[in-house]
């Protein structure tokens, strides 16, 4: 891949850092994402201490090895680096690696319920998102990242308890329709049981056969375009991100 691919790449990664910043993703300075290095040398991370509204391009990300050793970029380093080398040598299948605190999947991740099908948007994730429950503090040590990589497994994303959500994917497209979807659908969840309702959930069977629907490359591309319009939208109104 040449450096104009990669710079490429990098700005799409920077468009879903806003995109996600936009549907409740946003916790001040806080949250990463990340994107495998194309040649093999390690992965490019968002840049410590600014927020990801205020990602903006190739230069607020930094290149850095599987050791977590600073190969390129000038941007502070986020303490928990180790989430991403760890699931992305865990999971060869992925490309980009995120971690963020979003209000209601944090709430959710604050108790012992499983994400139930009640609605499409949790059937993306199989009535299937594990929980970590190692620590509620930072993963800041590589055996801590060994540990969330272990507890997500093959799934898409993982409650940490008390701390957050982790979500992975084949492409910033996969991993941000992913992440925006899993908190709605906590959101739901939380909503239906604060109502006192009656939950009704579709058969294991069902929830299966529409994840395997849903999560269509098709699908998620649709979805990810539409995204990314209501952002370039946004930042037209706004004259840029704005996110309270």
Request: glycine letters at 10%; a negative charge; aromatic letters at 8%.
């Amino acid at each position: 891949m040449t450096e104009a691919n990669i710079e490429d790449s990098l700005a799409e990664m920077a468009r879903g850092c806003r995109v996600l910043a936009m549907y409740g993703h946003e916790d001040k300075t806080l949250g990463h994402l990340s994107l495998r290095d194309p040649e093999g040398r390690g992965l490019w991370l968002k840049r410590a201490h600014v927020g990801l509204a205020e990602i903006n391009g190739p230069e607020d990300f930094v290149l850095v090895d599987f050791d977590g050793k600073r190969l390129a970029g000038t941007g502070a380093l986020h303490k928990e680096w180790p989430i991403h080398t760890e699931i992305l040598k865990a999971r060869p299948d992925a490309s980009v690696v995120g971690h963020t605190h979003p209000f209601h999947a944090c709430l959710f991740a604050g108790t012992k319920e499983q994400l139930r099908g009640i609605a499409h948007e949790a059937c993306y994730f199989g009535g299937n998102v594990p929980r970590y429950d190692g620590t509620a503090y930072l993963i800041d040590t590589v055996e801590l990242g060994r540990d969330l990589a272990k507890a997500l497994g093959d799934r898409p994303a993982v409650f940490m308890n008390n701390h957050g959500v982790t979500f992975c994917g084949k492409s910033m497209m996969e991993a941000g329709v992913l992440a925006i979807t899993l908190e709605k659908a906590c959101k739901q969840q939380l909503q239906l049981a604060a109502s006192g309702y009656e939950f009704l959930v579709p058969p294991d069977e069902e929830v299966a056969f529409k994840e395997s629907k849903f999560r269509h490359p098709g699908v998620m591309t649709g979805f990810w375009t539409y995204y990314k319009r209501q952002l370039e939208r946004h930042e037209k109104i706004h004259g840029g991100l704005v996110v309270i």
